[in-house]
């Protein structure tokens, strides 16, 4: 499971990103002391790091640049700020994207799962997810069942990996478009129904039926 710090001293806002990333399966440890931010880094050990520009005592850009002194670790600046110098200063800070407030949880969380995917997925030749004994490799876009293995497209991939992270739970389409949309894969409504049928055919010819099934009017779910 990957590792969330959320900095952020708004608390309204705080609860409503956490509670939203934890829904899709991500661990989140909530910054405690605004003024000791990289020590709270540090114990987390993250994957990635939500941060806010302003901030008590020291603001977002200060504890960018502390971060950066010691770690690569991925970092989304969350900002009310709209100038055009606010985006170049969270960039040459060393910020790896930019959302601003206030913002649409899906897309915050299609740019974390983007930023998480681009700098681990392809890194990890061990990372995988396995579910009614059916294995994804992520490092290698397949899966297995049994003796039997296939090839996923990026599409494919990319609606496993988010129907995998909310195993039980019903995503809808809106959701998995947008996901898809914000990964630079323009889909449409039919689009993604070929996408999600072929993918539906790939795991069934595996030899594990109805692995993903539709909720009328609602989206789809794996049970």
Known sequence: MFRIL?????????????????????????AANFDQVLADFERAQPHLVLLDINLPVFDGYYWCGQIRAVSKVPIIFLSSRNQNMDVIMAINMGGDDFVQKPFDLGVLV???????????TYQDENLQMTYR???FNLSSSSIQYGTQSAELSRNEFIILQIMLRNAGKIVSRDDLMQVLWNEEQFVDDNTLTVNVNRLRRKIAQLGLEDFIATRKGMGYIVE
């Not at 299609?110 to 681990?120: P, Q, T, W």
């Open 6 to 30: 959320l900095v952020e001293d708004d608390e309204k806002i705080r609860k409503i990103v956490a509670d939203t990333l934890r829904k899709w399966q991500f661990e989140v440890v909530e």
């Open 110 to 120: 299609a740019k974390v799962s983007a930023l998480l995917r681009r700098n681990y």
């Open 133 to 135: 004994e059916l294995l």
